[in-house]
């Protein structure tokens, strides 16, 4: 089983700072197997990145992604208030599927 | 547009069985494949199943291979899990998913399991 795992746990920034949130796998995953989820409170998760670097319809350029191999990143270039959330990563190359711990953005 | 409605979740004792369904619609829902994923309160994300578009191929966490089966009625949109052999460790809110070539590029609001005596 692929182990991914997250850091930081939470992040405390203020509006309008970047963000930088990191996944990193216990074995090498192909970018094309490899994606990131936002979710809020109460809600179910939104895809918001697959292929590791290709923004799902409708999320704004601000998010982008990065990495291959066994470190893949997710940057918030400039945080809006609406994307105060909890973010996941996640590896479907290899079964089971698996999904990082989460980091949880908030505000500062 | 891509409307996931799961139902089915409630209060069930330890070893009882439950069946969860997903009533899909906005798209065509016989050519792609479909995701069971939980969520414990509070706690982050396990993918659970997945099953085929055409019913060929399954798939299962090791936490519930063996109790729980995935199961899909193309002509009535619908994907179920059959849930046996409850654990209280199964409780959860349980999402299905749409399969998106890979990513679950669309997901339901959740059914919530609990099990609990």
């Known amino acids: 089983e692929i182990v991914l795992t997250q850091s930081p746990g939470t992040l405390s920034l203020s509006p309008g700072e970047r963000a930088t949130l990191s996944c990193r796998a216990s074995?090498?995953?192909?970018?094309?197997?490899f994606a990131w989820y936002q979710q809020k409170p109460g809600q179910p998760p939104r895809l918001l990145m697959y292929?590791?670097?290709s923004r799902a319809t409708g999320v704004p350029d601000r998010f982008s992604g990065s990495g291959s191999g066994t470190d893949f990143t997710l940057t918030i270039s400039r945080l809006e208030p609406d994307d105060f959330a909890v973010y996941f990563c996640q590896q479907f190359g290899s079964s089971p599927l698996t999904f990082g711990g989460g980091t949880k953005v908030e505000i500062k | 547009q891509v409307q996931l409605v799961e139902s089915g979740g409630g209060v069930v004792q330890p070893g009882r069985s439950l069946r969860l369904s997903c009533a899909a619609s906005g798209f065509a829902f016989n050519i792609f494949g479909m995701h069971w994923v939980r969520q414990a309160p509070g706690k982050g994300l396990e993918w659970v199943s997945k099953?085929?578009?055409?019913?060929?191929?399954?798939s299962y966490a090791d936490s519930v291979k063996g109790r729980f089966t995935i199961s899909r009625d193309n002509a009535k949109n619908t994907v179920y899990l059959h849930m046996n052999s409850l654990r209280t460790e199964d409780t959860a809110v349980y999402y299905c998913?749409?399969?998106?070539?890979?990513?679950?590029?669309?997901w339901g609001q959740g059914t919530l399991v609990t099990v609990s005596s």
């Open positions: 099953i085929s578009y055409n019913v060929t191929q399954k």
């Open positions: 998913a749409k399969d998106g070539g890979g990513p679950a590029d669309f």
């Open positions: 292929d590791a670097s």
């Open positions: 074995q090498s995953v192909s970018s094309s197997y």
